[in-house]
């Protein structure tokens, strides 16, 4: 039997199994240094240093060019970019990003991503005190009622009378 010796752990093993009375060797492989404690320490470190406030007042505007921005730079999920430039946002008190939803499935993506999109932002617009609320607004009616689907078409026509003749003209029809 020989003891080997691997991740700090003795493990023993034969040497030959033929012979009844076995010797025991040690294997001693060299140690390599890991430097992931001074990765830590490092970035503990940077975790404790105070970040410089930067609070340089901002427009919708200038709000809407940065979301764009992040919106484009975020090209391998299709899906999200579609998310964002279709959900309503407004700003609040000079540096709150209100964000408007109409379900729970999407303010769970836009959460996924709210650290990277007001870091981005932030970057932008030279304000690190960004801060993003999201709110989820259904589809009712003023008495609390959900809209069926001729509902929603029949407000749609309200608002737009061109929507017809694009009804029309493409030959689409309300399930």
């Known amino acids: 039997m020989f003891e080997v010796a691997t991740n700090g752990i003795l493990k023993t093993a034969p040497i030959n199994k033929n012979l009844e009375t076995q010797k025991k060797r040690t294997i001693a492989y060299p140690i390599t240094p890991s430097i992931t404690g001074v990765n830590r320490n490092k970035n503990q470190d940077q975790a404790n240093t105070p970040v410089e406030k930067r609070e340089v007042p901002f427009t919708i505007e200038d709000l809407t060019t940065a979301w764009n921005d992040f919106t484009k730079s975020i ?101």
């Not at 001729?150 to 009378?161: T, V």
């Open 75 to 175: 090209n391998d999920n299709r899906g999200l970019q579609n998310i964002l430039y279709n959900v309503a946002y407004s700003l609040e008190n000079h540096n709150c990003i209100h964000v408007i939803v109409v379900n729970q499935i999407l303010k769970e993506e836009i959460l996924h991503i709210q650290d990277r999109m007001l870091d981005f932002i932030g970057k932008k617009l030279n304000n690190n005190t960004i801060t993003m609320t999201i709110d989820i607004v259904e589809n009712k009616t003023a008495n609390g009622k959900f809209l069926t689907r001729e509902e929603k078409y029949k407000q749609m026509l309200d608002k737009n009378k061109s929507f017809a003749l694009l009804v029309k003209k493409f030959g689409l029809e309300l399930e």
